[in-house]
């Protein structure tokens, strides 16, 4: 190693390397401070926490889910968006957290132990552990129809309370859709386009509220309804969005549209890092090991860019990753949740090993990485029935769908006719 190397490394080296100031890298870098880890936390913009940077004025953040500790020298619990960025703003200076602003990562090279991490800047930071958590939010997903970059289409919603008098329409069904199509109400006309049936992406307390905007009339739904194509028209409303409906091909004039998509990794980044993907799909998240460490070895992901989208399970991430680097065991914060729920399943089998089973009995599982499963297991329950024991019959209701793990099914059709 030459001595110029030596002398740019003198006060540039870091036994952690932090990419990313949402929840999960926050959380790491709070955890490397309290330590005494020499880190450095690299953030793209002005300010720590875009994601939640760019929710709207107001928003109220939730701590889901309820059951799952949080593991972080960070705070966080239910509030505002400015209570919630105003605590860590505060908690960043009490920790001492060594963070960058500014500093647009755009590569990452080397290998376990001496990775090189270069800037839009041009400066150069060796980091021996490598923690990336961007997210998503620079992959906004759009409309994907003509016009879909048109003044007066936007992808994002700061402040409901800038427009008034106007007819909007919000496309999409999940969290943000929801929350923006119900602060917008209060002082315009809101058309709320799904393209599904029904509400699936949403927390229950969303799903509660915009299922009672509807019915109470303050907030118009279209099901079953995708964009074709938007023009802009002029005069006093200015938008004709042509939409494709159940009953055939529909027009909606209005003054905005506001698309709340969600977003897609940013592939083409992450993949320059040398992170492999399991497929070619855009929706697809990096295979992590049980620690988040990636293909590349050192090189560790958490948060949404995982397959993580809840702050709490991020932050406890940022905290668990960081006990890896140094070589510490660390049991998941949901460990004993997952270890309660598969009791009932098993009193031999490890976590691990149940996890093991589930994921190779069952083919749609097969597509989604360890963490996700875990996540998915922890809404889910695990039934043991007895034999001949009945679970669903005709006319019953359930939001849920069942898989076999083991076992064998039956399934009475018309006439007592069974198919296994």
Known sequence: MSSQFDQRTEFRWYKVGIIGSGPAGLSAAAHAAELGVPHVLL????????????????????????????RSPMSFEAGTREEI?????????????????????????????????RTKKGDVFFCRKIILGIGLQGNIRKLG??????????????????YSDETIVVVGAGDAAIENA??????????LVNRNEEFTRCKEGNLTNILAAIKEGRVEIRY???????????????????????????????????????????????E?????????????????????ESNVKGLYIVGALGGYPLI???????????????????????EPLLAKKFAGFSRTKTVAQVL???????????????LQLREFMLDSELHSPRAGEVIFQRNDYTNSFYMVVGGQVLVEGDGGKQFP
């Open 224 to 270: 079953g309804t995708s964009a074709a194509k938007v023009e802009k028209v002029g005069g006093e409303v200015p938008l004709r969005f042509s939409v494709k409906t159940p009953d055939g091909p529909d027009v909606i004039e209005c003054h905005r549209i506001i698309g709340r998509l969600g977003a897609t990794p940013p592939r083409k980044l992450v």
């Open 145 to 162: 129809v003509a016009g879909e970059d048109l003044d007066g289409v936007q992808y994002q919603l700061d402040d409901p309370k800038e």
């Open 43 to 70: 953030e793209s913009e002005s300010h720590a926490s875009n994601t939640i940077y760019k929710y709207q004025k107001g928003k109220h953040v939730m701590a889901e889910p309820g059951i799952l500790p949080l």
């Open 272 to 292: 320059s890092f040398g992170v492999k993907f399991p497929s070619s799909d855009p929706n697809s998240v990096p295979q992590l090991s049980d620690t988040y």
């Open 85 to 117: 960025l105003g605590k860590w703003d505060e908690e960043l200076d009490k920790h001492k957290v060594n963070i960058q602003y500014g500093q647009e990562v755009t590569s990452i090279q080397g290998q376990d132990g001496a990775f090189e991490v």
């Open 356 to 370: 093991d089973l589930i994921q190779a009995s069952v083919p749609l599982l097969q597509g989604i990485n360890r």
């Open 312 to 334: 709490k399970q991020a932050m406890n991430q940022g905290y668990e990753v960081v006990e890896t680097c140094l070589g510490r065991q660390v049991e998941p914060a949901a």
């Open 182 to 191: 119900i602060a917008l109400a209060e002082q315009n006309r809101v058309i």
